[in-house]
T-cell receptor, first 113, second 115 residues
Framework: AQKVTQAQTEISVVEKEDVTLDCVYE???????LFWYKQPPSGELVFLIR??????QNEISGRYSWNFQKSTSSFNFTITASQVVDSAVYFC??????????FGAGTRLFVKA | SAVISQKPSRDICQRGTSLTIQCQVD?????MFWYRQQPGQSLTLIAT?????????ESGFVIDKFPISRPNLTFSTLTVSNMSPEDSSIYLC????????????FGPGTRLTVT
């Protein structure tokens, strides 16, 4: 099965700390997409990033950055100077055939004031 | 882009009854999907809603339990039939609007509690 693995079930940090959420994926495809979503306590899914497998450049968006390492099949997500509002469950995901999406188990991030 | 609305946003239902969830998209889309998120769990794909034909179900999901309609390119319904407490979940509608770049959107979800 082409899984997405988020080994960290829960992470707890103190505000202003940096935190990295790990994501490892399996694939037999040469072209694929990877995603990160945030799910705050309210329950809606907030889209954070979509990355095509051909684009291996790392990306930074404000306090968020993503490190895509095709050689290790990893797509890690770092939050710099974390804030209480970053507390949420974060899902890594990838596409499969037929435009379906497979999600990792999620990492619950607690940011304490 | 696409804006997705779902009705109802939440409901509490008795076991043995059925609930139909509606998904409305503000633009025509080819690819529409239904996902389930059980409490404390990740999202799992239930089925692909095909316009004008029967939905395509993933392993572990069957049409008798989760009948889906897709009468046009902007609307779909998911029915959760003969509900049990194990069906308590968030049900999310999703669309892919740009297949070449995999632009994907999720609805706000329907939070179902079965008592």
């Amino acid at each position: 099965a082409q899984k997405v693995t988020q080994a960290q079930t829960e992470i707890s940090v103190v505000e202003k700390e940096d935190v990295t959420l790990d994501c490892v994926y399996e694939t037999r495809d040469t072209t694929y997409y990877l995603f990160w979503y945030k799910q705050p306590p309210s329950g809606e899914l907030v889209f954070l990033i979509r990355r095509n497998s051909f684009d291996e450049q790392n990306e930074i968006s404000g306090r968020y950055s993503w490190n895509f390492q095709k050689s290790t099949s990893s797509f890690n997500f770092t939050i710099t100077a974390s804030q209480v509002v970053d507390s949420a469950v974060y899902f890594c995901a990838r596409n499969t055939g037929g435009f379906k999406t497979i999600f990792g188990a999620g990492t619950r991030l607690f940011v304490k004031a | 882009s696409a804006v997705i609305s779902q009705k109802p946003s939440r409901d509490i239902c008795q076991r043995g009854t059925s609930l139909t969830i509606q998904c409305q998209v503000d633009s025509q889309v080819t690819m529409m999907f239904w996902y389930r998120q059980q409490p404390g769990q990740s999202l799992t794909l239930i089925a692909t809603a095909n316009q004008g034909s029967e939905a395509t179900y993933e392993s572990g999901f069957v049409i008798d339990k989760f009948p889906i309609s897709r009468p046009n390119l902007t609307f779909s319904t998911l029915t959760v039939s003969n509900m049990s407490p194990e069906d308590s979940s968030i049900y999310l509608c999703s669309v892919v609007v740009t297949e070449s770049s995999y632009e994907q959107y999720f609805g706000p979800g329907t939070r179902l509690t079965v008592t």
